[in-house]
Nanobody, 123 residues
Framework: QVQLVESGGGLVQPGGSLRLSCVASGTFLSMGAMAWHRQAPGKQRELVARITTSGSINYADSAKGRFTISRDNAKNTVYLQMNSLKPEDTAVYYC?????????????????WGQGTQVTVSS
């Protein structure tokens, strides 16, 4: 089984910064694409940022210039550095990872979600 555990959320004032982390644990061969999504009250979950195994990155327009996604494959971890936070960034942030499982002969990819971490931007 694979588990994703997020951390780093909390309450921050507008203009502040937070760094979210998501660690994958369990039995797997490698991690594929890794992403952060968020869901604000009354709204649909939306993609914030995504990073592939080759390092290709895409951001939501709302995140460009303020957020930075990165990954550390040796630590099975994906990060989201959030700067210049705004009240509209308030949401539950979820990490989402494609995990490759199997053996040398057969491999498959499965998508996993973390449990979410609350980010609140308020004065």
């Amino acid at each position: 089984q694979v588990q994703l555990v997020e951390s780093g959320g909390g309450l921050v004032q507008p203009g502040g910064s937070l760094r979210l982390s998501c660690v994958a644990s369990g039995t797997f061969l490698s991690m594929g694409a890794m992403a952060w999504h968020r869901q604000a009250p009354g709204k649909q979950r939306e993609l914030v940022a995504r990073i592939t195994t080759s390092g290709s990155i895409n951001y939501a327009d709302s995140a460009k210039g303020r957020f930075t996604i990165s990954r550390d494959n040796a630590k099975n971890t994906v990060y989201l550095q959030m700067n210049s936070l705004k009240p509209e960034d308030t949401a539950v942030y979820y990490c989402n990872v494609d995990v490759v499982r199997g053996n040398d002969d057969v491999q498959w990819s499965r998508n996993y979600w973390g449990q979410g971490t609350q980010v609140t931007v308020s004065s």
